[in-house]
């Protein structure tokens, strides 16, 4: 008899150190931005349409991409920790993004004031004019 006694003082006993040796479960930590993604693609609008022959470029790297006709583009970022994309077009505001995922970028792309863009003739969407840059 006093031997189930002290089997049951080390099985309640048991039962308190294992309650308290209970750890709350961590909250999950939240993921770093920009995760390393083999290669980069999205669109590039202007003035709501697709917007064909614009570069996109990792400065500071070889790494270059013009659009296709539907504005789209993809662009390998191997070797690329972080990479920072600038757009650049003819006629319109570079601009510069830091993706922080994988997913397509929308980038819409905004004209330089003083640009006319032709809209009859032989050559659609031919740039007339452009104002200087500023620096």
């Known amino acids: ?3 189930f006694l002290l089997i049951g003082g080390f099985l309640l006993a048991g039962a308190r150190v294992a309650g308290a040796q209970t ?4 909250a999950p930590v939240a993921a770093a931005p920009g995760p390393p993604c083999s290669a980069l693609s999205g669109y590039v ?3 709501d349409r697709p917007l064909a022959g614009a570069t996109v470029a990792i400065p500071g790297t070889r790494l270059l991409a013009i659009t296709n006709s539907e504005g789209y ?4 970022t191997a070797n690329v920790a972080k990479p920072t994309l600038l757009f650049s077009a003819a006629g319109y505001e570079p601009q510069s993004i830091t993706p922080t995922t994988c997913a397509d970028e ?3 792309m905004q004209l330089l004031p003083g640009t006319r863009i032709k ?3 032989k050559r659609k969407g031919f740039i007339m004019k452009t104002a200087p840059s500023v620096q």
Not at 73 to 76: A, D, F
Request: proline letters at 15%; a positive charge; aromatic letters at 10%.
């Open 119 to 121: 809209q009859r003739g």
């Open 1 to 3: 008899m006093k031997y």
């Open 45 to 47: 609008m202007g003035s």
């Open 23 to 26: 750890a709350p479960v961590p």
């Open 73 to 76: 583009y993809t662009l390998p």
């Open 106 to 108: 929308h980038v819409e």
